[in-house]
């Protein structure tokens, strides 16, 4: 799909606030109401709005622990990655899980709890208890410095 400026436009303004009511986002874009719930629609449909979502402060629900994880596996089978991804997609606590290369590890996670009590028992009593985890490396969350959802769209201009 061919993006113009108005598109881009309209991707950026999503981005910031999905909440916007259609003729909020119109107005944003210089836009009428009807066209631009069309474009709306097209970019849903073309799949590059892949979802709309409320995101929740962790620390006014009380989820104060972050954690970033490097998991090592004991084999580089499809069989062994695929029980290890069904498992995590069960465990609320991991907002991301990523198979990557270039590390000591197969899988970078970021798990988010309520303190390190429940970090404790979330790791041995679930996710190193999945066949074939062998490693675990920890890392907790300081401060962040930036947290956005947003996409960069500028090499699209």
Do not use: W
């Not at 719930?37 to 989820?63: M, P, Q, Y």
């Not at 954690?67 to 695929?82: E, K, N, V, Y």
């Not at 198979?99 to 009590?117: A, F, H, I, R, S």
């Amino acid at each position: 799909m061919g993006l113009d400026k108005i598109d881009l436009s309209i991707l950026a303004e999503l981005q910031q606030d999905s909440s916007l009511t259609n003729q909020d986002l119109a107005d944003r874009v210089g836009l009428s109401a009807s066209p631009c719930l069309r474009r709306v629609k097209a970019l849903e449909e073309s799949g590059i709005i892949d979802r709309k979502v409320t995101l929740l402060k962790k620390s006014s629900l009380g989820l104060k622990l972050t954690a970033f994880l490097q998991i090592s596996m004991d084999r580089h089978t499809p069989d062994r990655f695929s029980v290890f991804e069904e498992e995590v997609h069960n465990f609320p606590e991991v907002r991301s899980c990523n198979l990557v290369t270039g590390q000591n590890c197969d899988y970078l996670l970021e798990v988010v709890v309520e303190d390190m009590e429940k970090y404790h028992d979330f790791l041995l009593g679930q996710l190193t208890r999945i066949p074939g985890v062998t490693g675990v490396q920890s890392s907790f969350l300081l401060r962040s410095v930036k947290d956005s959802t947003a996409l960069p769209l500028e090499h699209l201009r």
